[in-house]
């Protein structure tokens, strides 16, 4: 019977992992709390609606002035650029989790905020693409197999 549970645990975890169910969910909490909705479940369904309806447009608390407001937080000298140390830390902390190790100004351990801009939009973009419904062709043919 242990074994049952760790397998169907296991096939849990993997559909949580694969659908990305929850980053979604820290989304759209995150969403929650940012705005503080006076009917909190009606908001959540707008969520999942509006994700719906443009699975092309990141619904996100982060737009392009918010990243420059990140960046220029990193950067209170106005140097023009923030450290790689200060990159990787700015990508934990807007739960970004595939980005490039080494972005160009990296090396000299200068990233400025073009390069910075560019990575944190395609991540963003690219995370919320994650979110796309399958289209119903395949959902047809999963039903006619079965």
């Known amino acids: 019977m242990a074994e049952n549970t760790i397998t169907r645990e296991m096939f849990a975890d ?9 980053s979604l969910f820290n989304k759209m909490l ?8 006076e009917n909190p479940t009606q908001f959540m369904v707008e969520y999942l609606k509006e ?3 443009k699975p092309t447009e990141p619904a996100s608390l982060f737009n392009k002035g918010n990243i420059e407001s990140l960046f220029h937080i990193m950067d209170p000298t ?6 790689q140390k200060q990159y990787v830390e700015a ?9 490039p190790e080494n972005p160009s ?5 200068q990233i400025v ?7 944190v939009t395609t991540a963003l973009h690219k995370e919320w693409a994650t979110f796309k419904q399958k289209p119903k062709e395949d959902n ?3 039903t006619k197999s079965e």
């Open 140 to 142: 047809a043919e999963a």
């Open 105 to 109: 100004g990296g090396v000299i351990n």
């Open 14 to 22: 993997q559909y949580l992992k694969e659908h990305k169910i929850q």
């Open 51 to 53: 994700l719906k309806s």
């Open 30 to 37: 995150a969403s929650l709390v940012f705005y503080r909705p």
């Open 78 to 83: 106005k140097k023009g650029f923030i450290t």
């Open 113 to 119: 905020y073009p390069t910075f801009e560019k990575i």
């Open 91 to 99: 990508m934990k902390t807007l739960h970004i989790q595939e980005y």
